[in-house]
């Protein structure tokens, strides 16, 4: 099965923190892939903008390092040398507003899509979006692309919104959320929308409890700095997991328009239950690791990485979480990501209530309840749970398997990275994947108070070994309920 590749129209990209960690990683390498699959349409330009001082072939020079490292097919210096000729580089500081006409004019009068990508601090989005404004370098065909985190809090991500909002429309604001780019994720509406065997059952008349793990095994890596000033509820929760959380909640949109879809989402979201004072240690469960073992061997805890003896910064977190509406009222929505967990993988779990009665002897075994298992990563698929009869004569034996869809291995085609989609949806002008301010900041209503109440109750975090699943009570969460956390094969 192959799959059709549409081109976009001519764009000028231009990457502010173009020499930057998100640039070399996936940026470059999925525009390079974009070019590859035969997407760009001529003339296409590049243009790479940060505070290094460098020239045009330093620039392409750092570009091939990054596709080198980062592109995992084999690729002809041919096709590398096209892509890398698409590329510039101007000097630009972007708090200071200096160099700002020098980008101007290696931008020139062309009109054609203009996308400005911040793959910068957040403080840094207010100024770009004003000093581009002042040099005249917004057009109606201009888009801005902003990376999380977007804000701290609710004020502050007011403040950040209404910041770019005074330069762009509203239309023109790409939220990017690179997990909404990723195939499982877009397929899940297509499972739930686009078949009639899940829908009819998606509520709590059938639904048990939803699971969301997103764990990762790596600790802190390049991210000191920011990350002990953010922790796993604002890095993690206030974005990723609430957008799976809208996306398996959310009722059906009337069609695929952005706004039909984001609208669904902002249900979702204003019918979270809040979590307030007392109710914290309860439903949530704070954690940091320590010295332990991963596949690679021993590890340092969280405080030798950061090079401090104290900080309450979470890298773990638990929660129960309900959604007030009548389709998901008293279905608990177990949500939990973290940091040197014992293994990396993000998937969504659909627990189904079992069977209200079973006709089979207990000689015949268990009846377990059905489950669908949507993997994100590392090895993206859906696997649905199921009981069947065990092959072979000598009575009835029951068997709980999966019916298992790797995507790798049905559609004999490359997966894209989520940036390579989302950076054409962008082109395209369609903001379906990406996040509205004011999901934003509804997301920000409901973590707030989780906050807030940590600071109240001075519920600190607890230690739980490198390379396990968390801290015990983040077990206990979830077992008081009579439930279990999924874990994957």
Not at 207 to 226: F, K, M, N, P
Not at 347 to 353: L, R, S, T
Not at 415 to 434: C, H, K, S, W
Request: net charge negative.
């Amino acid at each position: 099965m192959t799959s059709q590749t549409i081109p976009v129209d001519p764009f000028d990209l231009i990457v502010f923190g173009g020499t930057g960690d998100l640039s070399e990683r996936k940026l470059i390498p999925a525009l390079f892939e974009r070019q590859l699959a035969g997407q760009f349409s001529e003339p296409t330009r590049i243009i790479g903008a940060s505070r290094s001082k460098l020239s045009d072939d330093e620039f392409r020079s750092f570009a091939r390092k990054a596709i080198a490292d980062h592109v995992k097919e084999d690729v002809d210096d041919h096709e590398i040398r096209t892509f890398l000729d698409r590329l510039s580089y101007v000097s630009v500081d972007a708090k200071a507003g200096t160099d700002f006409d020098k980008l101007k004019k290696a931008i020139g009068k062309d009109e054609r899509t203009r996308v400005f990508y911040l793959a910068v601090a957040p403080n840094l989005f207010g100024d770009i979006a004003k000093n581009l404004a002042a040099h005249g370098l917004v057009t109606p065909l201009s888009r801005i692309v902003v990376e999380k985190p977007i804000g701290r809090s609710l004020q502050s991500a007011t403040e950040l919104n209404d910041e770019i909002g005074s330069v762009f429309g509203e239309q023109q604001i790409f939220r990017i959320d690179h997990y909404l780019g990723k195939e499982t994720v877009q397929n899940l509406m297509v499972l739930r929308f686009g078949n009639a065997l899940f829908e009819p059952l998606w509520n709590s008349a059938h639904i048990d409890h939803v699971q969301i793990t997103v764990a990762e095994t790596v600790g802190l890596e390049d991210r000191v700095s920011y990350y002990d000033k953010a922790g796993a509820l604002r890095d993690m929760v206030q974005n990723h997991i609430l957008q799976l959380v809208c996306l398996v909640a959310m009722e059906p949109p009337s069609s695929l328009d952005a706004d039909a879809v984001r609208d669904e989402k902002l249900k979702v979201l204003r019918s979270l239950k809040r979590i307030n004072g007392q109710e914290g240690p309860k439903l949530t469960v704070r954690g940091q690791y320590r010295a332990g073992a991963s596949s690679g061997g021993a590890v340092k805890g969280y405080l030798e990485e950061l090079g401090s003896t104290e900080s309450d910064t979470e890298t773990f977190v638990a929660i129960k979480a309900e959604i007030e509406n009548w389709r998901w009222a008293g279905v608990p929505f177990y949500l939990r990501t973290g940091k040197r967990l014992a293994q990396r993988g993000s998937e969504i779990v659909i627990q189904f209530k079992p069977i209200p009665h079973s006709i089979f002897d207990e000689s015949a075994g268990p009846v377990t309840a059905n489950q669908l298992v949507i993997r994100l990563q590392p090895d993206e698929g859906v696997r649905q749970w199921i009981m069947i009869k065990d092959p072979g004569p000598g009575g009835m034996r029951l068997r709980h398997v999966p019916l298992d869809m790797s995507f790798a291995e049905s559609f004999k085609v490359r997966n894209p990275d989520a940036y390579e989609r989302l950076l054409m949806d962008v082109i395209r002008g369609n903001q379906t994947l990406f996040m509205r301010r004011d999901e934003v900041e509804a997301a920000w209503r409901w973590i707030d108070p989780i906050l807030a109440g940590w600071e109240e109750n001075g519920q600190k975090v607890q230690g739980y070994t490198a390379g396990t699943w968390g801290p015990s009570s983040s077990i206990a969460l979830i077992e008081r309920d009579g439930r279990t956390w999924h874990e994957s094969d």
